[in-house]
């Protein structure tokens, strides 16, 4: 895995992220088939698919660009979806890391709105940041999903922009397609703002 912590195991209170592997397939099947209202901008896998989705995650995994996570929700021990650290920037003239972007990450629809989210992404921006030493750690997503975009607005991301024609589309109908993408970013300095931010959040979503 060379820069990414492959066998990396983070643990909250509502979500324990764990290397992905071939004994979360039926959970995840069972996930990516509750309601897939919310998937319209983003490709999660049918019941039909996972096999080969973890059989491309670990092709992506054994290039040393993807560091892929089962998300374990830890009221029923079930994998209800899944987030990864990938792309891998080292500093220039030098093998450190110094950028990374955390993305590929899906929930099922009884996990949305919990605070899982929340947590994994304080779990992943923790490490990236405290242990890593990372000076930037980025997100993305389909321009016109305002719904990933409010989620990564609120968990303190900086919006940058959106980059035009940027990745691949995974909305019906424009396969082989390009879409934007809209960036954003939390950088070191802003690390500790972030964190008091996630942590208040965190403690009002386990208060209700």
Same mark, same amino acid.
């Given at each position: 895995?060379?820069?990414?912590?492959?066998?990396?195991?983070?643990?909250?209170?509502?979500?324990?992220?764990?290397?992905?592997?071939?004994?979360?397939?039926?959970?995840?099947?069972?996930?990516?088939?509750?309601?897939?209202?919310?998937?319209?901008?983003?490709?999660?896998?049918?019941?039909?698919?996972?096999?080969?989705?973890?059989?491309?995650?670990?092709?992506?995994?054994?290039?040393?660009? $993807?560091?892929?996570? +089962?998300?374990?929700? !830890?009221?029923?021990? *079930?994998?209800?979806?899944? /987030?990864?650290?990938?792309?891998? %920037?080292?500093?220039?003239?030098?093998?450190?890391?110094?950028?990374?972007?955390?993305?590929?990450?899906?929930?099922?629809?009884?996990?949305?709105?919990?605070?899982?989210?929340?947590?994994?992404?304080?779990? $992943?921006?923790?490490? +990236?940041?405290?242990? !890593?030493?990372?000076? *930037?750690?980025?997100?993305? /997503?389909?321009?016109?999903?305002? %719904?990933?975009?409010?989620?990564?607005?609120?968990?303190?991301?900086?919006?940058?922009?959106?980059?035009?024609?940027?990745?691949?589309?995974?909305?019906?109908?424009?396969?082989?397609?390009?879409?934007?993408?809209?960036?954003?970013?939390?950088?070191?300095?802003?690390?500790?703002?972030?964190?008091?931010?996630?942590?208040?959040?965190?403690?009002?979503?386990?208060?209700?």
């Amino acid at each position: 895995m060379g820069l990414l912590p492959a066998s990396a195991t983070f643990e909250g209170t509502l979500v324990r992220l764990e290397p992905l592997s071939g004994h979360h397939a039926a959970d995840l099947g069972v996930a990516a088939e509750e309601d897939r209202g919310t998937y319209g901008f983003t490709w999660v896998p049918r019941r039909s698919e996972i096999d080969d989705y973890l059989d491309s995650q670990t092709r992506r995994t054994e290039s040393g660009k $993807l560091c892929p996570f +089962a998300q374990i929700r !830890l009221s029923d021990e *079930r994998a209800v979806g899944c /987030t990864a650290f990938w792309d891998p %920037r080292t500093w220039p003239g030098r093998t450190d890391l110094c950028a990374i972007e955390i993305g590929f990450t899906w929930l099922a629809a009884s996990a949305q709105g919990t605070g899982i989210n929340q947590e994994a992404k304080l779990l $992943l921006l923790e490490y +990236a940041f405290e242990t !890593l030493g990372t000076a *930037r750690v980025d997100l993305k /997503t389909d321009a016109r999903n305002e %719904r990933s975009r409010r989620a990564i607005h609120a968990l303190g991301a900086r919006f940058e922009g959106v980059l035009r024609s940027w990745s691949q589309s995974w909305v019906p109908g424009e396969e082989g397609q390009l879409r934007d993408s809209a960036m954003y970013s939390v950088i070191a300095s802003e690390w500790p703002s972030c964190r008091d931010h996630l942590c208040e959040r965190l403690a009002q979503l386990r208060a209700r």
